[in-house]
């Protein structure tokens, strides 16, 4: 018994970007030679009369596009947040730590030259 693999190759709608199997959707050849596949009436109906595909919320490009924009909006950004009632003090340590090291030493090397003078 030989069993016999086909493979169904599917082609995306022009408009919705759906999955249309072989046999399906509507063909439409503009003037152009241009061929467009629509996986029903509906999608056929909206290109025609020139719909955008941002306004409408059920085709696979929107909802593909409001997945991207949700994954941007979970990603944490830094937030540095203001210390209320902070003294100077307080203030210049955490300017000093965030100084780079090779500042601070240059500053330690000045400051220990004019001790020694």
Same mark, same amino acid.
């Given at each position: 018994m030989t069993? /016999?693999?086909?493979?169904? *190759?599917? +082609?995306?709608? *022009?408009?919705?970007?759906?999955k249309t199997y072989p046999g399906k959707g509507i063909r439409f050849v503009r003037s152009d030679?241009?061929?467009f596949l629509f996986a029903n009436s509906k999608c056929k109906r909206y290109f025609h009369s020139r719909w955008k595909l941002s306004k409408l919320t059920w085709t696979?490009?929107?909802?593909?596009?409001?997945?991207? /924009?949700r994954d941007v909006v979970l990603q944490k950004k830094p937030f540095s947040r203001s210390i209320v009632?902070?003294?100077? +003090?307080?203030?210049?340590?955490?300017?000093? *730590?965030?100084?780079?090291? +090779?500042? /601070?030493?240059?500053? /330690? +090397?000045a400051g220990l030259r004019s001790v020694h003078e």
């Open positions: 069993v /016999r693999i086909t493979s169904s *190759r599917t +082609e995306l709608c *022009r408009f919705s970007g759906a030679s241009q061929v696979a490009m929107t909802l593909l596009l409001k997945l991207l /924009r009632g902070a003294t100077l +003090e307080v203030i210049l340590i955490q300017k000093r *730590r965030t100084e780079k090291p +090779e500042v /601070r030493g240059a500053a /330690r +090397e």
